[in-house]
């Protein structure tokens, strides 16, 4: 597949080979050369743009944890280069834009930022994302938008952090925030800012990474104008055009190369609260040709908790998966989206109605992933892994310090599953979403809270030809007098499967320990749970599954796997076959009692 658009036809890509239909052939208007030169330049940025925000965002969530996304739009609001954060976030702008831009009209000046965050009115996600967006001007004309999407520190609401799972309507989430403008020709909008710093916990956090998002958005758009000034309208407009189509037309053969049939798999998520029901995430990947359906009919309806997706979310799951097996070099711009029709009927978890929340919407977008991964593997097997830790888990601790509230707020980042010829990876984020984990010391010192331990767990990885990643466990123990605690996890009645006789991955587990008692919690907290001081809350996340039968792991494999301490000795035994031996203080196979065992 080429690196760089040699021709604008139809590419068809079969048994190894790649064909031009040429037929359909037409030259592009851009010199492919230059049209690499400027895909670059995109996405140089659009990383700009996403390293302004890093350097200053206030909050840990947007700083450390990298929970934002930004990009660079046409006129029309069509994505033509993205940052490196959040794959689930990208796909959605399109919709945000297309609403902003009906909402407002013609009423945009180049001095304007506009600001939403509301899952109905505005195209949202959930209420914590606050777009930022400004306008690209150049020569007089509305060029494209700077944009970007973060994820704030709190939004208000009935739960610290604003991510209620026990929410029944979105009005109990926290501010919601139509199309408006932030800043109008230039100037801010105090009533706004003052409503916005009267309605969240922690004004200071939020204020500054808007702040930090505004000045991400005129990073971008200058850069973008010191282009148009460089190489010209006409060459600028017309490389985004062709960029675009030439995603489109790579996509399509990607698809091609996948062999036609319905692929279908069903993913649960374990349910909130004490006593959760299931629910039920159904999908069915329809592949013709370069065409692909993806249809989410049979998934639970809408449920009176956080997790219902929006649709402009599911969309953007359904891209980052499918985008994640394609193995050319596709731009990351809207073209690549027009070959994927995504469908949801209304009214369901994966496409909720007003008044739905969505506050925890995340652990459905991950689950969405893991629900097409499962029914891509039967597609191309050698491209998907067994399932993972599932995303991140987000713990929320707040409370009172000093007479201020404070909000410690993390997305967790765990491991994943086997692959055809790898291990699963540990301590690495899940495909949806390129966010880390926040370093101890940041924690330690910004908020009342010591952690405890943070390592891998031996013995977790779903055993297989090739094992799947470790568990990570992460203990926070409370330094204030009294703090509440809210959760977001999964994967326990439900752990990470396994993929062609992998086994499944060890189940993610909650406690609080307190003195010598310790309690269980569930995975999804239907409300805070309130923690006194030197309270621990003890997090162990789920691990990956394997791929391959176990009994057919290198046997090498598995000694250097308990030389590490990932795999111990009986587990060696009881999940691999393989008898371990001490000889001399020195671990070795004992080949004869690996054979019996084997046997």
């Not at 239909?21 to 030259?27: A, G, V």
């Not at 409370?399 to 707020?409: A, H, L, S």
């Not at 060696?572 to 070795?588: F, K, M, P």
Request: with cysteine.
């Amino acid at each position: 597949r080429p690196r760089s658009p040699r021709c604008g036809g139809q590419y068809r890509y079969r048994s190894g080979v790649l064909t031009v239909d040429t037929q359909q052939t037409q030259i592009p208007s851009t010199d492919p050369f230059l049209l690499e030169v400027l895909r670059n330049a995109f996405d140089t940025i659009a990383e700009e743009i996403t390293l302004t925000i890093i350097r200053t965002a206030y909050s840990q969530i947007v700083r450390d944890s990298l929970d934002f996304s930004t990009a660079l739009c046409d006129a029309q609001g069509r994505t033509f280069a993205q940052g490196v954060c959040t794959p689930m976030h990208l796909g959605s702008f399109l919709d945000a834009l297309r609403n902003m831009l009906a909402e407002v009209g013609n009423d945009i000046d180049p001095e304007d930022y506009f600001i939403m965050n509301d899952p109905y009115a505005a195209a949202g996600q959930h209420l914590p994302d606050i777009y930022v967006v400004k306008p690209i001007y150049f020569g007089g004309a509305l060029k494209g938008w700077s944009t970007t999407l973060a994820h704030h520190s709190d939004v208000g609401g009935i739960v610290a952090g604003s991510n209620a799972l026990g929410a029944t309507e979105v009005w109990q989430e926290g501010f919601r925030i139509p199309v408006l403008k932030l800043i109008d020709k230039g100037v801010r909008n105090e009533t706004l800012w003052k409503l916005i710093g009267l309605n969240v916990r922690t004004p200071e956090l939020v204020h500054g990474d808007l702040q930090a998002q505004m000045a991400a958005c005129a990073t971008g758009a200058r850069g973008m104008v010191n282009l148009y000034d460089r190489y010209g309208v006409e060459t600028i407009d017309q490389a985004i055009v062709d960029l675009n189509d030439y995603a489109r037309r790579l996509a399509a053969a990607e698809i091609s190369d996948i062999p036609n049939g319905t692929y279908k798999f069903t993913d649960h998520i374990d349910g909130i609260g004490d006593t959760p029901e299931p629910i039920i995430l159904n999908v069915a990947v329809t592949v013709n040709d370069a065409d692909i359906v993806i249809d989410w009919e049979g998934s639970s309806p809408m449920v009176a908790g956080g997790v219902n997706s929006t649709f402009p979310f599911t969309k953007a799951c359904a891209y980052a998966a499918l985008r994640s097996v394609m193995s050319a070099d596709i731009p990351n711009c809207h073209g690549f989206t027009e070959t994927v029709d995504v469908r949801a009927p209304e009214g369901t978890v994966v496409r909720p109605v007003s008044p739905g929340p969505t506050g925890a919407r995340g652990i459905t977008g991950y689950r969405m992933i893991d629900c097409l991964f499962g029914a891509l593997a039967q597609a191309v097997p050698d491209r998907v892994a067994a399932d993972g830790s599932g995303g991140s888990t987000l713990p929320t601790i707040s409370g009172m310090q000093d007479g201020k509230p404070f909000i410690f707020c993390e997305t967790a980042m765990g491991t994943w599953g086997a692959s055809r010829d790898n291990d699963g990876q540990e301590g690495v984020p899940h495909i949806g979403a390129n966010q880390s984990n926040v370093p101890i010391e940041m924690i330690e010192t910004a908020y009342p809270i010591r952690i405890e331990r943070y390592g891998f767990v031996d013995d977790s990885g779903g055993p297989g030809k090739k094992r799947g990643g470790l568990a990570i466990q992460r203990d926070y123990r409370v330094l204030s007098e009294n703090a509440l605690l809210n959760v977001r996890s999964d994967k326990r009645a439900y752990p990470p499967h396994g993929l062609f006789d992998g086994s499944d991955g060890a189940p993610s587990m909650n406690y609080i320990d307190s003195g010598n008692e310790r309690r269980e919690l569930p995975v999804l907290l239907s409300e805070p749970v309130p923690m006194r001081r030197d309270d621990v809350f003890r997090h162990t996340m789920s691990s990956g599954g394997g791929y391959g039968a176990a009994f057919e792991r290198d046997c090498n494999a598995v000694l250097q796997d308990v030389i590490l301490g990932k795999v111990s000795i009986e587990g060696a035994r009881r999940d691999y076959g393989v008898s371990i031996a001490d000889q001399a203080g020195h671990l070795v196979v004992d080949h004869a009692g690996t054979a019996a065992l084997r046997g």
